[in-house]
């Protein structure tokens, strides 16, 4: 059943159950929400936004952490996906988290989201290696995510 979800950035975006992506702990600093929608962005593919459905200003721009360093892999206690609950089987998505200052667009490596897009599930995670929280992104212009989160 199509339901609205409301978003000041994207306007208000009709979607259907099964493209909520439920985070059971949220994410970090964000954890009373659980409801997301993926957006992908038209201009630039490779971003994907996650859009809060509890908060109409919230969304998170996101990217896949091998379009920025393409050495990435990521390596975490299994106990950390717990949250996915049981796994579809399927490959799981690793985005890593955008942010905008200092006049530069930074990713960040060292906390990624990781999602089982079949069971609409996610969770937020701490890379096992030493990756940075701030990984700057030379390929995207910072001025487009700068109120993203």
Do not use: T
Not at 69 to 88: D, F, H, K, T
Request: charged share 15%; net charge neutral.
């Amino acid at each position: 059943m199509p339901m609205i979800v409301r978003s000041v950035r994207f306007g208000d975006l009709q979607v259907s159950g099964d493209q909520v992506f439920v985070f059971p702990d949220g994410l970090v600093g964000f954890e009373h929400l659980r409801h997301f929608v993926l957006v992908a962005e038209e201009k630039r593919p490779q971003v994907i936004w996650l859009q809060a459905l509890a908060d109409p200003g919230l969304a998170f721009a996101a990217i896949s952490p091998r379009a920025v360093a393409e050495q990435y892999r990521l390596r975490v206690a299994r106990g950390q996906l717990a949250p996915l609950g049981r796994l579809s089987g399927q490959p799981l998505h690793v985005l890593a988290l955008l942010s905008a200052h200092d006049g530069q667009l930074w990713a960040n490596l060292k906390a990624p989201i990781v999602i089982d897009q079949p069971h609409a599930v996610g969770c937020q995670v701490i890379s096992l290696d030493d990756w940075p929280v701030s990984y700057p992104v030379a390929s995207l212009p910072a001025e487009a995510y700068r109120r993203s989160a």
